[in-house]
């Protein structure tokens, strides 16, 4: 069981938004940065947003993120074929003293 | 560009050890914080350990603590991670990451293309 929560998976038919979701608490999202990573197929996963909804070069504005309190969320619009596969959030845990991951979201485009 | 090249990745026997090696390039390696991620077949992500970029302090996911130990050579450019007592549950893809400070608190911004490590008789 992830510390993180996020709905094992969701879909969305070519350009249409699709939104994940990602519940923590005090101590990892309420109080640090969220991080978000995609993972396609087969390969190993790469930074898509950090803090204050920043994306990496390369990354489509397509993709965006926001915070409130202990929870997190992660859009894609204009849903694309190429934007199947597994997303994860991640935050540092002042509880753990580690890092924590959400189970992982996978998106589907049907 | 920034380059993370793990190596070691292996068969082993339970209750056996291993050291896995990541070589990193295309950055001031000293100034980052480090730190390893793992993923068994058809799973999730799992944070394993990290360290700061001096390499003086380490912090590690309760499943692993007492049993593996991070460590850096911050004079080759190289992260660490030694893994002892190996179970089966420790079998996985080990990928080695940078983080984005020194300290830990930070998150992951490159990931390299990880090692697989088996445990098994």
């Known amino acids: 069981q992830s510390v993180l929560t996020q709905p094992p998976s969701a879909s969305g038919t070519p350009g249409q938004r699709v939104t994940i979701s990602c519940s923590g608490s005090d101590s990892n999202i309420g109080g640090n940065y969220v991080y978000w990573y995609q993972q396609l197929p087969g390969t190993a996963p790469k930074l898509l947003i950090y803090p204050d909804n920043q994306r990496p070069s390369g990354v489509p504005d397509r993709f965006s993120g926001s915070k409130s309190g202990t929870s997190a969320s992660l859009a894609i619009s204009g849903l694309r074929s190429e934007d199947e596969a597994d997303y994860y959030c991640?935050?540092?845990?002042?509880?753990?003293?580690?890092?924590?991951f959400g189970g992982g979201t996978r998106v589907t485009v049907l | 560009e920034v380059q993370l090249l793990e190596s070691g990745g292996a068969l082993v026997q339970p209750g056996g050890s291993l050291r896995i090696s990541c070589a990193a390039s295309?950055?001031?390696?000293?100034?980052?914080?480090m730190s390893w991620v793992r993923q068994a077949p058809g799973k999730g992500l799992e944070w394993v350990a990290a360290?700061?970029?001096?390499?003086?302090?380490?912090y590690y996911a309760d499943s692993v603590k007492g049993r593996f130990t991070i460590s850096r050579d911050n004079s080759k450019n190289t992260l660490f991670l030694e893994m002892s007592s190996l179970r089966g549950e420790d079998t996985a893809v080990y990928y080695c990451?940078?983080?984005?400070?020194?300290?830990?608190?930070?998150?992951?911004?490159?990931w390299g293309q990880g090692t697989t490590v088996i445990v098994s008789s």
């Open positions: 991640a935050a540092w845990d002042d509880s753990v003293t580690g890092e924590v």
């Open positions: 360290l700061t970029g001096s390499g003086t302090r380490t």
């Open positions: 295309g950055f001031s390696f000293t100034n980052f914080g």
């Open positions: 990451t940078k983080r984005t400070r020194a300290e830990p608190g930070y998150g992951i911004d490159v």
